[in-house]
């Protein structure tokens, strides 16, 4: 079992989980978001490395003491994690029950993708976009309807609070009215935890440009 893996950012604190956390960008991501924030993890043709399951915790393990004095550990994002179920499950079979798992997702994936990791995963960064179908897939060019599949998967588990949902506002796409129609969506749902943001669209613009796309 492989995954190619664009790149890792360390020592993260507080940022996308509790303590300090290792961030694992995934390649690959079902979704084409017109600002993109990573675009080389799009294609198979930007530059990445492979690992197994084992070698990438050889890789990450060099931090197991900041994970275990802060109840830290990974982040697993992209790209899309989720399109590596699989692999997650195994690293958690190999790291153990002491590092944290948690996934940075926009949830857009066949919901045997997520049942499959729930077992092992501490907690989900979720970023909707926004909820209304249309708004969705005029950024994403994809239809949201597996987002609110799995979001209601998540909780009638009971597992709400596991879940920070980002909203983000974005320019040219969504409104603070539209931002606030998700909002209650998502709490109707039964979400509390919900980051609302202004997307930084010049950043996106820049890594398009960058990336060529
Ligand atoms: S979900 Fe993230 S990685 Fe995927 S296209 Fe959108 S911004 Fe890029």
């Not at 197994?52 to 790209?79: C, H, M, N, Q, S």
């Not at 940075?104 to 993708?113: A, C, F, G, H, W």
């Not at 949902?165 to 709490?187: A, F, H, K, L």
Request: net charge negative; hydrophobic share 35%.
């Amino acid at each position: 079992m492989e995954a190619e893996v664009l790149a890792f950012s360390r020592h993260r604190i507080a940022t996308d989980g509790e303590g300090v956390t290792t961030l694992v960008a995934f390649m690959l991501c079902p979704l084409s978001c017109v600002y993109c924030l990573n675009p080389q993890a799009l294609s198979l043709k930007s530059p990445h490395k492979v690992y197994t399951p084992e070698g990438l915790y050889d890789e990450l393990k060099k931090d197991e003491l900041y994970f275990l004095a802060t109840g830290g550990g990974v982040t697993f994002g992209g790209g899309e994690p989720l399109l590596r179920h699989g692999f997650i499950r195994r690293f958690r079979e190999i790291c153990g029950q002491a590092w944290k798992i948690n996934l940075e997702t926009s949830l857009n994936v066949p919901e045997e993708y997520l049942e499959d990791v729930i077992p092992v995963t501490d907690g989900y960064i979720v970023d909707v976009k926004d909820m209304n179908p249309e708004i969705y897939s005029s950024y994403t060019g994809k239809d949201n309807s597996k987002v609110m599949r799995n979001l209601a998967a998540l909780a009638e588990r009971g597992l709400a609070g596991k879940c920070v949902i980002r909203i983000p506002e974005i320019e040219g796409y969504n409104t603070p009215d539209d931002v606030r129609r998700s909002v209650e969506m998502i709490q109707r749902l039964g979400f509390e935890n919900i980051d609302l943001f202004k997307y930084d669209i010049d950043y996106g613009k820049r890594k398009r440009d960058l990336q060529g796309t």
